[in-house]
């Protein structure tokens, strides 16, 4: 069980866009603004595509966008393209004691 | 660009000890931390400890703390992680990753560590 509560899976049709949520507690997300997002597709290693809750690394398109409300964080993704589809996870910084915790990931299939 | 190039894959029997490499290239290795993260076949990403090259200061998750170990070789830009006592859970794909806090950027490409019983 991971530490952060992700849903299994998200669907989108081409164009439309998709929030993928991310719950934890007031020791991690609600604490810290360190919440990163990585997309990651069958047999590859994760690419980080959102840090700081909000964040874009150079080269990730604009539609990949973070945000966070309380113990929440979300990844929303418009204009969904088929090369989006693959697996989402979230992680968080969870202070000195425990460090990083992830969700356990999120199945995005574009129809 | 930056690179981080895992060893290879690896089959252990139960009990045994495993080290996986990740040699980074591309970047000032002292400069960034290298995390590890590990994933179970078809399971989420698991958080397993990070290494500071700069002075081999080290942190690891609660979890693994007496059963992971992680160095580094200044001289080859090399970080090494060696996981003790393995058992079947212990099977997995496992990262090494570069970041500067706690948001890993570059990843190596995994290494399969199979644990047989």
């Known amino acids: 069980q991971s530490a952060l509560t992700q849903p299994p899976s998200v669907s989108g049709s081409p164009g439309q866009s998709v929030t993928i949520s991310c719950t934890g507690t007031s020791s991690d997300i609600g604490s810290y603004n360190r919440v990163s997002w990585y997309h990651q597709t069958p047999g590859t290693a994760p690419k980080l595509i959102i840090f700081?809750?909000?964040r874009r690394p150079s080269g990730v398109p604009d539609r990949f966008s973070g945000s966070k409300s309380g113990n929440t964080a979300s990844l929303t993704i418009s204009g969904l393209q088929a090369e989006d589809e693959g697996d989402y996870h979230c992680n968080s910084y969870r202070g000195s004691t425990t460090f990083v915790v992830f969700g356990g990931g999120t199945r995005l299939t574009v129809l | 660009q930056v690179h981080l190039v895992q060893s290879g894959a690896e089959v252990k029997e139960s009990g045994a000890s495993v080290k996986v490499s990740c040699k980074a290239s591309?970047?000032?290795?002292?400069?960034?931390?290298i995390h590890w993260v590990r994933q179970a076949p078809g399971q989420g990403l698991e958080w397993m400890g990070v290494?500071?090259?700069?002075?081999?200061?080290?942190d690891y998750a609660e979890k693994f703390q007496g059963r992971v170990t992680m160095t580094r070789d200044t001289s080859t830009s090399t970080v090494y992680m060696e996981v003790s006592s393995l058992t079947s859970d212990d099977t997995a794909v496992y990262y090494c990753?570069?970041?500067?806090?706690?948001?890993?950027?570059?990843w190596g490409q995994g290494t399969l560590v199979t644990v047989s019983s």
């Open positions: 700081d809750v909000s």
């Open positions: 990753a570069r970041a500067v806090g706690y948001s890993p950027d570059y």
């Open positions: 591309g970047y000032t290795f002292t400069s960034y931390f």
């Open positions: 290494i500071f090259p700069s002075d081999s200061s080290t």
